[in-house]
C-alpha cells in the first residue's frame, strides 16, 4: 500500500509539472460545452480562478494524502459559486462543470503513466479513479452547499427579487409590465439610458454599492433624470438604467476619440468602470441599450485582460460601435487587424505610438494641425509619425487611398489592444 500511495505522490508531481496546460485546456472545454458559463471577461477571469485553485487542490490532495474530513473547497471556487447563484445561472451547469473537469483530470493524468510498469500501472489508476472521485464528490457538495445558500439569500433580498424581474424584462418574452414598474419603482415608458459599471481596482462590496450611488446620483443631476434604477449583476458589478425625458445632449453619440465632449463623463473621483449603451425609447429601449452596454463591457474587460491601464474609463457605445459588433470573434479581429496593418500591428512600444498617431489623424480627417492639437505635439512630430506608420502598412501610402479597413483595424486595436495583435513570427 505505501508503494502505491508514493507511485500516487508521483504521479501528482508529474500533474503539478503540467498544472498550466491542464488548466488551459479544461477552460476552453468547460466554455465551449457549457454555454451558461461562456460569459463575459469578468465571469470568465472568476471561472479560470476557479478552475486554477481547484486543479491545485486535487494535485495535493493527490501528492499530501489529505484526510477527506479536512478538505476545503478552493476559496475561488466558492467565490464562482456564489457569482452564479446571483446571475441565476443553473446549479446543473456548475455542477457538470466539475464532471468535465474530474474525465480531463483522469485523461491528462492517465497519459503520465505510460512508462510505468504494467503491474503497477492497473492499480495505480484504480487509486486514481477512486481518489479523484472522492475529491470531487466532497468539493461539489460544498460548493453546492454555497450555492444553494447564497441564491436563497439573493432570491429573498431586494436586489434578487429586482434582478429577476430584470431578467424577465430582458429576455424577451411576455411579461407584465404594470407588475414589473410597480416592483421596479421604474417607469418602461421613458427613453433609457443603460450602463454596466464595475471596480477599476479592488474593492468591498459595501464601497462598491456606495460607489455605484455616487455615480447614479451624479448621472440623474446630470442628464435630469426621471427615475434610475439600479441592479446588481452581482457582487461585483451593477447595471444602472436612466429614464429621461428625452434625449439629452450629454448622451449625444460622440466621436470615436476617448476625449470628445458632449456626453457624460465620470465624478471625479470615481473608482468605477463604467459601459454605456445608447439611449432609447420603451422596453424595446430598455433591452437594446443595455444589450449594447454589455458589449462595450466585453470590449473593456478584453482591453484590460490584456495589460491596458486599469484607470477608470467610461465609454458609450458609439465611440466603439464597430469594434463592438466585431468583439465576439476575437482570432478573426486578430486576423483582419494583422493583414490589413502589416507590421503595423506588431506589440511593440514604438508601433503602439505610431498606430495611436494614425488613428487621431485619420479620425481628424487627415490634418496634421488639427492631429497635433489633440496629442499635444508639434505639427512637425505628427507629419513623421504619419509617414512612419504609413510605411509600415503593407502597401504603404496605397492602403490609405480608401482608408475605411485601417480605420477599422486601428479603432480595433484601441478598443481591444493587445489581444488582437500580431502574436509573433
Do not use: K
Not at 460545452?33 to 461562456?38: F, H, N, R, S
Not at 410597480?182 to 454596466?196: I, N, Q
Not at 464595475?198 to 433624470?225: C, E, G, I, K, N
Not at 458609450?316 to 493583414?339: C, I, K, N
Amino acid at each position: 500500500m505505501e508503494a502505491q500511495r508514493a507511485l500516487v505522490r508521483q504521479v501528482g508531481d508529474r500533474v503539478r509539472e503540467s498544472q498550466e496546460a491542464l488548466v488551459e485546456g479544461l477552460v476552453q472545454d468547460i466554455r465551449a460545452q457549457i454555454g451558461a458559463l461562456d460569459q463575459e471577461a469578468a465571469a470568465r477571469s472568476l471561472l479560470e480562478a476557479s478552475i486554477t485553485e481547484n486543479v491545485v487542490a486535487a494535485i495535493n490532495f493527490l501528492r499530501q494524502g489529505i484526510d477527506p474530513d479536512q478538505l476545503e473547497a478552493p476559496t475561488a471556487a466558492l467565490t464562482y459559486a456564489r457569482v452564479l447563484a446571483q446571475r441565476d445561472v443553473p446549479q446543473s451547469a456548475l455542477i457538470r462543470a466539475y464532471r468535465i473537469g474530474h474525465q480531463r483530470f483522469l485523461d491528462h493524468t492517465f497519459a503520465l503513466l505510460d512508462d510505468l510498469p504494467a503491474a503497477d500501472r492497473v492499480p495505480v489508476c484504480v487509486e486514481l479513479v477512486r481518489l479523484s472521485g472522492q475529491f470531487i464528490d466532497l468539493i461539489c457538495e460544498q460548493v453546492g452547499r454555497t450555492y444553494e445558500r447564497e441564491r436563497d439569500r439573493w432570491v429573498a433580498s431586494r436586489s434578487g427579487v429586482r434582478q429577476q424581474w430584470v431578467t424577465d424584462l430582458l429576455g424577451g418574452g411576455p411579461v407584465d409590465r404594470a407588475a414589473a414598474e410597480r416592483a421596479l419603482r421604474y417607469p418602461l415608458d421613458a427613453v433609457h439610458l443603460a450602463c454596466t459599471l464595475w471596480p477599476a481596482a479592488r474593492m468591498t462590496s459595501f464601497d462598491l454599492v456606495a460607489a455605484v450611488d455616487d455615480v447614479r446620483a451624479h448621472a440623474v443631476s446630470v442628464l435630469r433624470a426621471r427615475a434610475a434604477l439600479v441592479v446588481p449583476t452581482d457582487e461585483y458589478e451593477a447595471r444602472l438604467w436612466l429614464a429621461l425625458p428625452e434625449l439629452p445632449n450629454a448622451c449625444a453619440a460622440p466621436s470615436s476619440s476617448a476625449s470628445a465632449p458632449g456626453y457624460l463623463t465620470a465624478p471625479e473621483g470615481s473608482p468605477l468602470h463604467a459601459a454605456f449603451g445608447r439611449p432609447g425609447a420603451g422596453l424595446g429601449g430598455f433591452r437594446t441599450s443595455a444589450r449594447q452596454a454589455a458589449r462595450i463591457r466585453e470590449i473593456l474587460g478584453t482591453r484590460l485582460g490584456s495589460g491596458a491601464a486599469a484607470a477608470p474609463l467610461w465609454v458609450h457605445y458609439d465611440q466603439a460601435a464597430p469594434v463592438a459588433l466585431m468583439a465576439g470573434d476575437l482570432p478573426a479581429v486578430r486576423d483582419f487587424v494583422t493583414s490589413t496593418l502589416g507590421a503595423l500591428a506588431a506589440a511593440g512600444a514604438r508601433e503602439a505610438v505610431l498606430r495611436d498617431t494614425l488613428r487621431v489623424f485619420l479620425d481628424r480627417h487627415r490634418g496634421h494641425a488639427a492631429t497635433a492639437r489633440a496629442m499635444s505635439l508639434h505639427r512637425n512630430s505628427v507629419q513623421y509619425r504619419v509617414h512612419r506608420a504609413t510605411a509600415l502598412l503593407p502597401r504603404g501610402e496605397r492602403d490609405l487611398a480608401d482608408d475605411f479597413n485601417v480605420r477599422a483595424a486601428l479603432l480595433a486595436v484601441h478598443w481591444l489592444g493587445d489581444a488582437v495583435l500580431a502574436t509573433g513570427p
